[in-house]
């Protein structure tokens, strides 16, 4: 009898979608952020929106910080 070779172990990608969070869930996350509430403020009005995944507000407050001041 032939031996049944083992299958191979298909990796199936999964699409994950990310939470977004409203401004209010936001400004009341700020210290996940390490940053106090007005920073999360600033950054969303930079950025125009007011609703975000971790990800964005982590760039957002990154960039509001970095930004250059006239």
Known sequence: M???EPKEDIAVEQEVTESKY???ELLAGASAF???PEVIAGALALAGKDE???KEAEDAVKRFLERKCV
């Open 2 to 4: 032939a031996k049944k």
């Open 22 to 24: 409203s401004r209010e």
């Open 34 to 36: 390490g940053v106090m």
């Open 52 to 54: 975000m995944t971790r």
